[in-house]
């Protein structure tokens, strides 16, 4: 909002900066105006000079006729309003004329069509469903799911490390807990191999558990709903269904950058390492990452896991369109996002498995 001596240069930047095209003019506690982007341009097309008419104050622009709308009006109301006149916006008035705000004309639609924009949608796949949030609010999986998410992928990295050492030490033909003391096999250049074997044949065993759980299925569900929300479409099944498995905005991409980065940096001694890891991280963490998401993290959903997103998403924005202004910050929100709960169950599979390991020296299970 605007006061009456601020400059037409002010009013530019609000309108610019607005999702209407008028903002009011307030004297004190009481609205004097409204200052249009019509009203503007046609003052600037008929100025000698648009830079110096940009100075003048917009108390000689505005247009005291307004249009209001009670805070008390009905949602239908409003619309009738906004049907019979060419206003994008209503200032929102008290009983007593005080001044509460304003009412976008794409807002209130947004509202009554449950379209309203929201901030970027996140999730997780949880082991028994989905789960979305924008931050402040969610919808789908309980905070014991997110949990439950953490102990699944804890437990898959023991049982692929467990797989992993069964099939080094029976191809190597030696007892089971030694085969981290082979001979080294080395390369020409004299680099132990067997670190780097034992590593990615965890990591293929870690990825085929991974894609066989439910947590994949999950994951498509869960990406595939938020594209449908983020481009308007309805959640149904038949839509839902043809979106894109993989999303920009996953965390797999960020995993990827990170491992490229790290596998750079370990492979890759001298002083160029730093620089190398970095220029190929950045290159390729997002196309990589959304070959991982395709086909990796991800595999077509079931109709039960599909329907398990559809049910978050619908979930998320009726508590959006309950509490559009709502906001969560600090701890609050990242407990919204699920990181905590995550990482407790993540935790809990580590304490076990190193009080195992140190109670009965199991040495290739320590991490």
Known sequence: MLAPDDTLRRAASLLRASDGSSTIVIDGARIVGIITEKALAAALAQAGDPQVALDTPVGSLMDPGILYVNSSATVQQAAGIFAASDVDALPVINGYGGYLGVLYRGDLVGYMTRGMKMSPVAGMATPIGVYLTTGSVSGGASSFGLFLTGLSLGVMMVLARTISVGILGALGHIPFHAHLHLPALLMPHGVNLQPYISMIL??????????????AGYHAAEHMTVHAIEVGEALKPEIVGKMPRAHPRCGTNILTGITLFLLVTYCVKDQSSLMLAALVAVLFWRSIGGWMQQHVTTRPPSARELDSGIAAGNQLIERFHE???????????????????????????????????????????SF
């Open 202 to 215: 965890d990591l293929v065993i870690f990825v085929a558990l991974l894609r066989l759980s439910p947590l």
């Open 323 to 365: 509490r559009p202004n709502h906001h969560e910050y600090g701890l609050a929100r990242i407990w919204k996002m699920g990181l905590p709960q995550n990482a407790a169950g993540l935790m809990l599979v580590s304490a076990i498995v190193s009080y195992l390991a140190g109670y009965y020296h199991i040495l290739w299970l």
